[in-house]
T-cell receptor, first 113, second 118 residues
Framework: DTEVTQTPKHLVMGMTNKKSLKCEQH?????MYWYKQKAKKPPELMFV???????INESVPSRFSPECPNSSLLNLHLHALQPEDSALYLC????????????FGSGTRLTVV | AQKVTQAQTEISVVEKEDVTLDCVYE???????LFWYKQPPSGELVFLIR??????QNEISGRYSWNFQKSTSSFNFTITASQVVDSAVYFC???????????????FGTGTKLQVIP
């Protein structure tokens, strides 16, 4: 299995809603990432988990809350989002220190209304 | 600080033409990795190639080829005989080689949107 699976593919949520994005990989990768991508922009790093521990938080607002329940799963909990948070949210994984490149999921397209 | 520049914002070519996407990078590291990713309209980022800083050999994979030149800090990507399915945004990226945190932080360029017209 050489995929990163993200669910849902599309999500529309109100500013008062609570929702979660899910990411799963079964490649044995020990680093997992959340990226945010606005239209016509490159992906921007949000969080890095290494060996199930949060290694990097790129000053992301607390309305985004990551969680890594185990080495195969990565969640992003969303609460009280703003319309400007509408974007494509990409999950990725990589081998530990391998520098072999990321494997990205197909993303969740989030719209906040 | 690392930087990746893709000066071409958008390129349009007619099917079967060759096209080269430019990538220029900056880094103070002597050991680093370079990547190209393809992002079709469906949204996912597809890994195309990885190159480490010690390997300047050009690489060819089917219609794709890559030219890595350390002297000019460039890692250009050529598609030969382009096809409509090549239409996508292409990102060049750079990562540091070593990180004590057990992960790799990647700097992406701004992307080049390629449109192949039938």
């Amino acid at each position: 299995d050489t995929e990163v699976t993200q669910t849902p593919k599309h999500l529309v949520m109100g500013m008062t809603n609570k929702k979660s994005l899910k990411c799963e990989q079964h490649m044995g990768h020990r680093a997992m990432y959340w990226y945010k991508q606005k239209a016509k922009k490159p992906p921007e790093l949000m969080f890095v988990y290494s060996y199930e521990k949060l290694s990097i938080n790129e000053s992301v607002p607390s309305r985004f809350s990551p969680e890594c329940p185990n080495s195969s799963l990565l969640n992003l909990h969303l609460h009280a989002l703003q319309p400007e948070d509408s974007a494509l949210y990409l999950c990725a994984s990589s081998q530990d220190r391998g520098n072999y490149g990321y494997t990205f999921g197909s993303g969740t397209r989030l719209t906040v209304v | 600080a690392q930087k990746v520049t893709q000066a071409q914002t958008e390129i349009s070519v007619v099917e079967k033409e060759d096209v080269t996407l430019d990538c220029v990078y900056e880094t103070r590291d002597t050991t680093y990795y370079l990547f190209w990713y393809k992002q079709p309209p469906s949204g996912e980022l597809v890994f195309l190639i990885r190159r480490n800083s010690f390997d300047e050999q050009n690489e060819i994979s089917g219609r794709y080829s890559w030219n890595f030149q350390k002297s000019t800090s460039s890692f250009n990507f050529t598609i030969t005989a382009s096809q409509v399915v090549d239409s996508a945004v292409y990102f060049c990226a750079l990562s540091e080689a070593f990180n004590s945190g057990g992960y790799q932080k990647v700097t992406f360029g701004t992307g080049t949107k390629l449109q192949v017209i039938p």
